[in-house]
């Protein structure tokens, strides 16, 4: 299995993601700033692995924090990593479950025994990335049945094992299906301006043998209109109350498209990337990044001197054109609102606390 990302004698390693696929180099994060460098630069990205990341960061800035300030230092990181994404809500998610072990930690005793609440923090951080492990596989198992042999799957950006702690949420449905034997076929949409398709889905894809075809992200109407698409499985960065979903620009056209060709667009995130409060699509904070990664690739400028370019990484698809959420609790289908409100159920009444203001 690709390990994306690991807690090793007290630093932060992970899969440098810029530099694959040709080349399969691992970093090694020794502070808190090092690992939030990494997520702005993209070294590590993809909604679960960033919360992931963000919870590794805080516990290893909490570590090499000095006793007298460990509260305000923790704090500090804490609001340090709400500043690297704002469109992805397992950033918020992993901070807040941080943010709660250390004030359960912080109670517990009369004296605050500083050692302990940083073990307690590591040992937080582990447990997320084994927990997010287990609910992509649990994804997988849900949704391997919505793929029929001789399938062929259109997915979008990489929503793999590089995307989370492990397996994939989009790409781990696929690996179930793949696993048990059916026959699958995978349109990998390429997905500019980074790539993360062509880099790191192709990528991933390959070095297992699930057999994928790469194309330009303009192709995939052309494919629906021509039969040659059954379905379509992505990722998401934050599911609003009411099922719209804030994924990889490009996304929204694509499922518009779907529907007007007739073809299921599902989606697999894991309960984590819902933000129950964000009631609509239209609350989503959306991440507008550098131009200069529109106006050129890996360096070499693509356009003409002097132009300017937008570029929002993430795009909101309204619930209408989602056929089903893929969650590890299971699927959801329509009325996604109630039944997300359903799936959660009392017992998980999280209120966010971090990150940008919710409607
Ligand atoms: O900008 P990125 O590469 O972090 O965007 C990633 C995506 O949009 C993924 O589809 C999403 O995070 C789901 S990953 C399981």
Known sequence: ?????????????????????????????????????????????GAPAVGIAASMGIALGTLNAPEEKLKKDFYRICDAFAR???????????IDRMKSRFELECVSGPNLDADRVRRALVDEALRILEEDIVANRQMGDHGKGLIRDG???????????????????????????????????VMVDET???????RLTAWEMHREGIPATLITDSMAGSL??????????????????????????????????????RVPLYVA????????????????????????????FHGTQTAPQGVHACNPAFDVTPNRYITAIITEKGIITKPFGRKIKDIFGDSAAYRPRSGPEVS
Request: aromatic residues 4%.
């Open 84 to 94: 690297t994404r704002p469109t992805a809500v397992n950033l918020f998610w992993a």
């Open 269 to 296: 995130a894991p309960l984590s990337t819902i933000d129950r409060y964000t009631r609509t699509g239209r609350g989503i904070p959306i991440e507008e990044r550098s131009e200069d990664e529109v106006l050129g």
């Open 192 to 198: 500019r301006p980074l790539l993360q398709g062509a």
């Open 151 to 185: 399938d062929t799957i259109l997915t979008h950006c990489n929503a793999g094992a590089l995307a989370t702690g492990g397996y994939g949420t989009a790409l781990g449905v696929i690996r179930a299906a793949h696993e048990e034997g059916k026959s699958l076929h």
């Open 224 to 261: 629906m209109q021509r039969g040659m698409v059954n379905l379509i499985l992505v990722g998401a960065d934050r599911i609003a109350a009411n099922g719209d979903t804030a994924n990889k620009i490009g996304t929204y056209s694509l499922a518009v498209l779907a529907m007007e060709n």
């Open 1 to 45: 299995m690709i390990k994306t990302i690991s807690w090793e004698r007290d630093t932060v390693v992970m899969i440098d993601q810029r530099a694959l696929p040709h080349e399969e180099r691992y970093l090694t994060c020794r502070t808190y700033q090092d690992v939030i460098d990494a997520i702005n630069d993209m070294a590590i990205r």
